[in-house]
């Protein structure tokens, strides 16, 4: 009898960075890893590409606006295990905005804030090696 295949969850997440040197993160608002510090991200609708989803989640979650083509794919992130509710592949794409560029939180954010990249929180899920893949190891 062959097996169920796995169902797999299809994300897509955003680095944000300023010319400064400071990166976008939202404090998770739900579980996993509720009150943690993340990328802005989410789930990839039906009929949505992963960079639409990069666009639509930035904007819920922080309310900055960039077009797809503000972009940069930085990889497909799919390691098991990189989310405890199962099986997740996230595309990571990164984006340059002005240092002055306002933030609101929205959507499934408590809250959303720019953070020096010499300085971070510890960050939920995979996201400090998403973060490393765009911009280097951080000190």
Aim: zero cysteines.
């Amino acid at each position: 009898m062959a097996e169920t295949p796995e169902t797999i969850r299809y994300t897509a997440d955003v680095v944000a960075l300023t010319s400064d040197g400071n990166v976008l993160l939202i404090e998770r608002d739900w579980p996993p890893f509720e009150g943690s510090w993340a990328l802005p991200g989410g789930h990839v609708d039906p009929g949505e590409t992963s960079l639409q989803a990069a666009v639509r989640e930035l904007a819920e979650e922080t309310g900055v606006h960039v077009t797809p083509t503000d972009l940069r794919e930085i990889g497909t992130f799919n390691q098991p295990g990189r989310d405890p509710r199962g099986p997740y592949s996230t595309d990571a794409y990164l984006a340059v905005v002005p240092a002055s560029t306002p933030i609101t939180a929205g959507d499934d954010a408590r809250t959303a804030r720019w953070w020096p990249l010499t300085a971070l929180p510890e960050l939920a899920f995979d996201h400090a090696d998403i973060l490393s893949a765009a911009v280097g190891p951080t000190p």
